[in-house]
């Protein structure tokens, strides 16, 4: 049975039903939730509008919520309800493969949010808590239409409950009363029933156990440090403030390192020789002698608050297997990428793709580290 929404207005002798009328302009309910999202009912961070995809087409609304998922809403416009329907089941397939860094780039775009906070910043400030080192384990697709036929409503019903497919739709109708405009809402499916459905569909990239050897490393090149210094010298790094600093004390020789410089990609793989240690302290072996980093030619100035552990620059001493300048880093759509220093590489994606570019052949011993 196709939804229905209806409003009575309670007078003194008896309620008397509002008619339902066409909003005056088309794209007055897209306005409305371009302003605020929070009129869906869901509890989304916006991070992106008419977003192009790799199909020519362009998705109406995205978004993220809590977890780190991506949200696609979709109008439905003038197209029938099976075209709009085909048409979030195309987005999603394109929404499933995009990684960390393409929903940071996707939030780049958007006209008119703060421009001067990054996405991290704006999460935190939306959700309370920094976002998930993985983003987008899951996905989904929201239909915003002010009526579907029957038919369609059973096969949105359908793909989700027999599939798992994490699609629902959303109703508004529109409504006025002297001089006086109402938007009602209401769901075709309980959200709380379609997340699960999202959560039970998954994605390719869905989150694996740690193989306990292997960790991302964000090494922000810039003006106290450089990747060319990281590469030639044997170690990466991070600092400037403990939340840049603290979680390369994760690294413990023995674990696998895969370096990535943001807005370039993946430029090395090595295995950690040394724990972390303040730039002042740390020293390379040139010939056979010990050498102090900060007596050697850097590109970058790394005595920039040396002596301060909180805002001095850190680095664990790598060996490296294969690094490539910053002009050939290896990136491509769906690789894990992240904001912070050090953490767990869980994405096997991505280890296989850069592995693979590198020329790396994988060890088949991933026991881990005691």
């Not at 998954?202 to 050897?213: D, T």
Request: charged share 25%; aromatic share 10%; hydrophobic share 40%.
């Amino acid at each position: 049975m196709s939804v229905e929404i209806r409003i009575w207005r309670l007078e003194s002798e008896r309620p008397r039903q509002l008619p339902a009328v066409a909003m005056p302009r088309e794209r007055q309910l897209e306005d409305i939730l371009n302003s605020d999202i929070d009129v869906i009912g869901l509890d989304i961070m916006l991070i992106g509008r008419q977003v192009p995809t790799g199909f020519g087409t362009f998705i109406d609304l995205l978004g993220v919520n809590a977890d780190g998922d991506v949200v696609i809403v979709e109008l439905k416009r003038d197209r029938t309800p099976r075209e709009v329907v085909a048409q979030v089941l195309d987005y999603g397939s394109w929404v499933q493969g995009l990684g960390y860094g393409d929903v940071t780039r996707i939030f780049g775009t958007l006209p008119e949010p703060k421009l001067d906070q990054s996405f991290e910043e704006t999460f935190a400030e939306h959700f309370g808590a920094s976002p998930p080192e993985t983003l987008n384990e899951h996905h989904q697709l929201v239909i915003v239409a002010s009526e579907l036929d029957a038919s369609t409503e059973r096969i949105v019903n359908y793909l989700s409950s027999e599939y798992g497919v994490p699609i629902n739709a959303v109703f508004f109708r529109y409504f006025v009363d002297e001089g006086r405009e109402y938007l009602a809402r209401s769901w075709l499916i309980a959200p709380s029933e379609a997340e699960v459905a999202a959560k039970v569909a998954g994605s390719r990239r869905k989150a694996r156990p740690w193989n306990g050897r292997d960790f991302y490393v964000n090494f922000g090149d810039g003006d106290t440090r450089a990747w060319e210094d990281g590469r030639k010298y044997g170690f990466v790094g991070g600092g400037q403030g403990l939340w840049f600093s603290r979680t390369l004390k994760q690294l413990i020789p023995g674990s696998r390192v895969f370096a990535y410089v943001p807005q370039h990609g993946y430029v090395g793989v090595g295995t950690v020789v040394s724990s972390a240690v303040m730039a002042r302290d740390f020293s390379v072996d040139r010939g056979g002698v010990s050498t102090p980093l900060f007596d050697l030619s850097l590109h970058a100035d790394m005595r920039a608050n040396c002596d301060d552990p909180e805002k001095a620059e850190w680095v664990v001493g790598i060996d490296w297997v294969k690094t490539v300048p910053i002009e050939g880093a290896v990136f491509e759509s769906g690789l894990f990428a992240n904001t912070n220093t050090a953490c767990r590489l869980t994405d096997q994606h991505t280890i296989d793709r850069v592995t693979k570019a590198f020329g790396i052949e994988e060890s088949t011993d991933l026991e881990g580290i005691d």
